[in-house]
């Protein structure tokens, strides 16, 4: 197995197609590894931006990526994944970033310019946080930075002397060996199929329609906060708030209760949370009225 560890970096741009800011690539380094974890070759490559030819303030004194050498040496993204997919060439590769935002980044670009999600050349992939993570014993369950990860793992490099572009993919690198263990490991690896990518730039949403393909309020099943047994609704469904909301009564327990229904659409599933609170006696007796 040879592990590629990559880093992108980016700039935050307009984008008119999107109608909206995203992310877009402006750098790609690597470095693989041998199943010895020793470092065989590295990679770089300056991408020309699209969406805009100026950098932003925050991305230059984060990247040190000037607006000059981006006209000298980058070229088109399409270009420049089809020279890091020939570099990284081999049948058993497992693909690893710090935390999933540059895989995140990598699949929205390759929906945003080359308007497809067939990023083949990935098929195993392994989040280092994730896995260096569970290394780690603290409460906080917040991620933790790469730096603060070598710290932990008393990683000790003098960060100045290593390219750039690189920086993050040696960092990386270390706190992988610290920790590498192949059983652990497989436990972290995701198979990269299309599916995989579609699921990571899916965006999650509350349903705000009663009766959808995916989902039907009035086929939901409302419980009794206090006896768990079966609510029954005593009007129509309004929707508030991007939830639904109805008047129910408990016949065992003689009470009355507003009841929300929140749906929301994940990529392969809609998770669905209901609340009920018992109504005040001036509401309630105004219900049972009616
Ligand atoms: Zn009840």
Known sequence: MNYIIFDLEWNNAYSYAKKGFMNEIIEIGAVKLNNKLETVDTFKQLIMPKLTKKLSGRCKNLTNITNEELKENGIPFSQAIKEFARW??????LFMTWSNSDLYVLTSNYQAFLG???IDFITKYCDAQKYC????????KNQISLSDCAQEFGIDI???KLHRALTDCYLTAECFKKVYDEGKLSGFVNDCDNRFFEKLIYKPYLITKPVTDVFNVYEQELICPVCKGALHRVDEFDCVNKSFRCPTKCKKCRKTFWTTVRAKKTYDKV???QRSIEMNRKKAKRIKKD
């Open 88 to 93: 990284s060439k081999g049948e058993n590769n």
């Open 271 to 273: 998770e669905v949370f």
């Open 158 to 160: 003098d960060v100045e």
């Open 116 to 118: 497809n999600l067939n």
């Open 133 to 140: 993570m569970s290394f780690i014993e603290r409460d906080n």
